[in-house]
T-cell receptor, first 112, second 113 residues
Framework: GQQLNQSPQSMFIQEGEDVSMNCTSS?????WLWYKQEPGEGPVLLIA?????ELTSNGRLTAQFGITRKDSFLNISASIPSDVGIYFC????????????FGKGITLSVRP | DTAVSQTPKYLVTQMGNDKSIKCEQN?????MYWYKQDSKKFLKIMFS???????INETVPNRFSPKSPDKAHLNLHINSLELGDSAVYFC????????????FGQGTRLTVV
């Protein structure tokens, strides 16, 4: 089945720094989604992307749908302590009943 | 006004027992899912229902049986629980056909002892 690659598994940054995460796929995707999960909670949708090349922002977060349709990145600017959590990319390939596949997630730590 | 709610939040039970997890969404979505998150935080889809009809059934032991009485509810029943079933189970829903923007519940942490 489809696989999404997210790496590294963990990232450690200083408060105020920008951080970029990317996600790659072996297949072409029609949809890219980015989620954040905090301890004890379910994943929360941050940004949804539907067109190749699309660049979308949500506050300090910006995500892009790669033009090859096989990758996406998420950028967090001016990080703050509450940005800590697990960031998942998810994608849906072509096909009517294709399923949403998740990457393994990146655990982000922000040092004050 | 919780969008996707699942109960219980925590479930501790002995091996061999049968248990159910309930899920309800008030978003008016047509599609609902069950995901399993293991100890390494990997999210894997188990089932998907669209308008009460099963459309995705991953390789899941048949001890797991989803039931959708209506499109706002998707329950998960697990028979003969095993230690390896311990995980966090998430219910989710989406408006679009399977794979659209999915909105998740808070999860049910199942511990089998």
């Amino acid at each position: 089945g489809q696989q999404l690659n997210q790496s590294p598994q963990s990232m450690f940054i200083q408060e105020g720094e920008d951080v970029s995460m990317n996600c790659t796929s072996s297949s072409i995707f029609n949809t890219w989604l980015w989620y954040k999960q905090e301890p004890g909670e379910g994943p929360v949708l941050l940004i949804a992307l539907y067109k190749a090349g699309e660049l979308t922002s949500n506050g300090r977060l910006t995500a892009q749908f790669g033009i090859t349709r096989k990758d996406s990145f998420l950028n967090i600017s001016a990080s703050i302590p509450s940005d800590v959590g697990i960031y998942f990319c998810a994608g849906r390939p072509t096909g009517a009943n294709s399923k949403l596949t998740f990457g393994k997630g990146i655990t982000l730590s922000v040092r004050p | 006004d919780t969008a996707v709610s699942q109960t219980p939040k925590y479930l501790v039970t002995q091996m061999g027992n049968d248990k159910s997890i309930k899920c309800e969404q008030n978003l008016g979505h047509d599609t609902m899912y069950w995901y399993k998150q293991d100890s390494k935080k990997f999210l894997k889809i188990m089932f998907s229902y669209n308008n009460k009809e099963l459309i995705i059934n991953e390789t899941v032991p048949n001890r797991f049986s989803p039931k959708s009485p209506d499109k706002a509810h998707l329950n998960l029943h697990i028979n003969s629980l095993e230690l390896g079933d311990s995980a966090v189970y998430f219910c989710a829903s989406s408006q679009a056909p399977p794979g659209g923007e999915a909105f998740f519940g808070q999860g049910t942490r199942l511990t089998v002892v």
